[in-house]
């Protein structure tokens, strides 16, 4: 017997075969209902009686099993808006929940299109192993009626018959899901997404119909970047937060600690969240196996999970402040990669510091940052794919436009052939030099130094800089496994090494007498 609508559609057998055949009338009528919360169900959705009745995952012991919400799903469920932020300690069980989730929606609700957008191919590959175990165990009267796929592929899923389709995308594709309209997105592990996250998920956002369903999850991977950014400026967007810590995925536990070996912070922490014995005995484990890391893989709040990723090289607390109070930029051009606070003023002097790159369209900007010489007062910046002559004659023609400034361009790697066309092609005279040299060398001596001289003025003079770009790098700017310091994964570095440039070249200048 078919449902009628109503509660009476919600008897799922905990077995599939499902016990009645659907058509494609009936699958949408449960695609009306997915959010509803019927009496019966005493507080679940129907889309969570469906995914325990329809929908089958593989547990951490190899067994198949019907999907029931676990405390994190249920948690989520309860909270979920149309656009969703979630900030989680690792394996708590959402993206297998989302993927279930908007499974549902692109069986039950025609002309849908899903896209999962992972971190890296093998991620993407994962959760389509997922997505694809929903369908291969559906019941046979679904898989080969109304859900019958013409399409079933190491991306997307197909089903002509509800003109509904599932992809599953890797953000290492800067064109994912280019030219497409989508009702359901989801973005898997945004901290680590490659490149440059951002223009990746503005272009997804694109795609997202108005009232389309989003969700943003991950992971944290240090202050500063894009999930970063994403979470704070939540209440702005009208983005929902949901912040799951280590604690509420029930697995989490070893053998319980002697309780007079309990530590004050630990009597504290399982005081205020409820904690067993147990619990504390898995925190122990952790933090003896992930060290610094455990904070971020191990989340407890959504402040210390972020610091924890990564040990900045610069006085956070002096940025951020700085941050809340940096003016926006008076002019922009070249489609705002040339930020301009201040003009040139008639009888001052200027710098102009140049980290250059090889202009591709793709990997390191060429960065620039123009200082009053007197003052080391931050007054334009510009950072964007360009090198060889173009980069030569656009920073020549900045250095005239500022009072015919310093030219002081790093001449590591790119930075040669920069600084010989800026003084053939393009007839540049005041360069910079540097121990008769032409240019500044960064090196292993000198590079500790000039980001020392960059974390003083944080600190000491951060009226200074006004740029929140440059700031921006700042709070993602890392010391790093290898021992060296850089930026963050998928991060760039390029204005704050042209700023250290700038400021160490100023006081070198300064102190020769020009």
């Given amino acids: 017997m078919a449902p009628t609508g109503g509660e009476s559609g919600l008897r799922v057998r905990q077995d599939n075969p499902w016990p009645w055949a659907l058509d494609r009338e009936e699958l949408e009528r449960f695609g009306q209902m997915l959010d509803q919360r019927p009496a019966r169900l005493r507080g679940r959705t129907v889309s969570m009686a469906l995914a325990r009745g329809l929908l089958r995952v593989r547990t951490r012991e ?15 469920e309860r909270r979920r808006g149309q656009r969703n932020i979630v900030l989680k300690a690792r394996q708590m069980g959402l993206t297998t929940w989302t993927a279930a989730r908007f499974f549902l929606k692109t069986i039950t609700q025609p002309g849908t299109l899903t896209l999962e957008v992972a971190h890296t191919q093998e991620a993407a590959e994962e959760i389509f192993r997922i997505v694809h175990r929903f369908l291969d ?12 796929t013409s399409r079933a592929n190491v991306r997307q899923i197909a089903f002509p018959a509800m003109d509904s389709q599932y992809m599953v995308l890797s953000a290492g594709d800067r064109n994912a899901g280019r030219g497409m309209t989508a009702q359901n997105l989801h973005c898997s592990e945004l901290a680590r997404w490659p490149g440059d996250p951002a223009e990746t998920l503005a272009g ?24 970063h950014e994403e979470w704070q400026k939540a209440a702005e967007t009208g983005m929902v937060r949901h912040f799951f810590p280590w604690w509420m995925e029930r697995r989490y536990r070893a053998d319980a600690i002697d309780a007079a070996s309990l530590t004050d912070e630990e009597r504290e922490l399982m005081a205020r969240e409820q904690l067993d014995c147990e619990q504390i005995g898995f925190r122990r484990q952790v933090r003896a196996n992930f060290r610094g890391l455990a904070r971020q893989e191990y989340a407890e709040d959504s402040e210390s999970c972020f610091r924890a990723s990564g040990e900045s090289v610069f006085e956070l607390a002096a940025i951020e402040a700085r941050m809340a109070t940096a003016p926006s930029a008076a002019e922009r051009r070249r489609n705002g990669e040339l930020e301009i606070w201040l003009p040139p003023v008639q009888g001052k002097e200027y710098l102009v510091a140049v980290d250059p790159a090889g202009g591709g369209s793709e990997g ?21 794919h360009m090198g060889g002559l173009e980069l030569a004659r656009f920073i020549t023609s900045l250095a005239g436009e500022y009072n015919h400034a310093w030219l002081v361009v790093e001449r590591n790697n790119h ?4 600084l010989a066309l800026a003084e053939t092609a393009c007839g540049y005279q005041r360069i910079y030099r540097q121990s008769g040299q032409p240019g500044w060398l960064t090196t292993s001596v000198s590079r500790p130094a000039i980001l020392g001289r960059l974390d003083a003025a944080l600190v000491e003079q951060p009226e200074r800089l006004l740029s929140r770009r440059l700031l921006a790098e700042c709070r993602s700017f890392v010391r790093l496994p290898n021992g060296g310091t850089g930026a963050r994964a998928g991060m760039h570095d390029d204005r704050v090494m042209a700023m250290a440039i700038g400021l160490a070249a100023r006081a070198e200048l300064l102190e020769g007498g020009r």
């Fill in 415 to 418: 930075g040669s052939g920069v």
């Fill in 364 to 384: 390191d900007y060429s960065a620039a940052e123009v200082l009053e010489l007197e003052t080391g007062l931050q007054c334009a910046e510009y950072a964007g």
């Fill in 204 to 227: 997804l956002r694109a795609t997202l119909v108005p009232g389309g369903e989003l969700i943003l999850e991950s992971t944290p991977d240090g202050v500063g970047g894009c999930f």
């Fill in 137 to 148: 165990w559906l019941p046979e009267t679904l898989r080969e009626g109304p859900l019958k």
């Fill in 62 to 76: 190899g067994i198949t099993e019907p999907l029931r919400a676990n405390a994190v799903q249920q948690a989520f």
